[in-house]
């Protein structure tokens, strides 16, 4: 009797693992009936074609390159509920919106279907926000390259237009930006440090801005691009280091419980060392680590790599210890330009 019982509460726990099992598979599948993946885009400044890796099983990597009209680009950005792909175009200077890309095959090429007005001189990095899409500009504003400034562009998809909203100039060199939440993060150019720029979308007239805060990062030489993911908690910079060495001068660093931390350093403080993890050296083949995107799940850090061998996408894991590691990814991209990991 007692063995009946157990057996019945065992096939019980069964059934109800199974109900909850499917229930969780059901929320994590929104239209469709097939399971998640992993996906990295990636953009470049060789060719302008944009490249994504489905990334899901690391030792079955599936890449599809998609044929652009640019011949340069930066930024990548995809939708994955509207099917839509989106780069900032360094030879058309303007946004470009692709629909109903996952329908193309490797080699295809796509046109424009959502286009923004041509209004940038140097766009690299593009966070969004909802509608709002902002692009930071790193060309010289006042005609002297030694004072340090730079433009976001604010755009609004409506329809099948970015429509621009205004344009803030700052009084940082820009490069890599993105959002978490209201606040817009930019790496500081030509330094080692972060701002943050609070309530950022708030501001909606033509206009100079300086940053809410600013904060040093110790043992990074340049800083180029970033990603906050807010479920972790978990900020990543890179470190370029010197542009001139574009082999193996560069890395990454991992900052863990980065609210905390970042709220602890005061404006224009350094948030120190001890506090970071530091991925660099030798093997990890790191020399101007442009962009980077992060993967709290798998703990993957995904970096887009201008420099060695003329440029990489690379993936790293165990990165938990930090130093001089591998990549477990490695994919020649000539003069990659930027990453954006979505799971759909
Ligand atoms: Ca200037
Ligand atoms: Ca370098
Ligand atoms: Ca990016």
Redesign the pocket.
Known sequence: MKRLNLAKTLALTLIFSIIFMSCENDDNNTSNETMTSTYLYTSNNANGNITYYNVGDMSNVMMTTLVTSSTAAD???YDADDDMLVQASRSNMMLEGFMDTSMSSTGASISIGISGSSDMMSPR???VNGDYYVVADNADVDGDPDTPDGKLYVYMKDGNDFTLRNVITTDIKLW?I?FDGESLYAIVDTTNELAVYSNFLANTGDMMLSATKTIAVEGIVRTH?L?YDAMSDTMVLTDIAAAANGQDDGGFHIITDFMSKFNNTADGGTLAMSDQIRVAGSSTMLGNPV???FDSETETVYI?EAGNNGGRILAFNNIGSGGNIAPVLNYDLASAS???LVKY
Do not use: H, I, K, Q
Request: aromatic share 12%.
């Open positions: 930024g990548v950005f990095e593009l966070a890599g993105t691009g990603t962009d980077v995107a887009a930027s990453v954006y």
